[in-house]
């Protein structure tokens, strides 16, 4: 069984940074697609960034340039690194798992999904 835990969410004010870590069981991150979405109050869950099993990395233009998406195969966890925080950052951050059909970017290329960690950002 497959099982994806976040960790590393939090309050921090605008312009902090925060690293959210995502472990798995059952699961062999560097053999797929891991990836990260977030979904605010009342909003869709959205795209926030990629790694494949090759390593490559996508990023929603929105994060681009201040997240940072990694992983340490020894470990099986990925990470995403948040620097220069927004308010407009808040929200609950997923972990998932799947399979690259396309650019990695759609919610149904995933198949496994963590519980979500809470992401606040004050202005």
């Known amino acids: 069984q497959v099982q994806l835990v976040e960790s590393g969410g939090g309050l921090v004010q605008a312009g902090d940074s925060l690293r959210l870590s995502c472990a798995a069981s059952?699961?062999?991150?560097?053999?797929?697609?891991t990836g990260w979405f977030r979904q605010a109050p009342g909003k869709e869950r959205d795209f926030v960034a990629r790694i494949s099993k090759y390593g490559d990395t996508y990023y929603a233009d929105s994060v681009k340039g201040r997240f940072t998406i990694s992983r340490d195969n020894a470990k099986n966890s990925v990470y995403l690194q948040m620097n220069i925080l927004k308010p407009e950052d808040t929200a609950v951050y997923y972990c998932?798992?799947?399979?690259?059909?396309?650019?990695?970017?759609?919610?149904?290329?995933?198949?496994?999904w963590g519980q979500g960690t809470q992401v606040t950002v004050s202005s």
């Open positions: 059952g699961r062999t991150f560097s053999s797929f697609l």
């Open positions: 998932a798992t799947g399979f690259m059909r396309r650019l990695g970017v759609g919610a149904d290329e995933y198949v496994y």
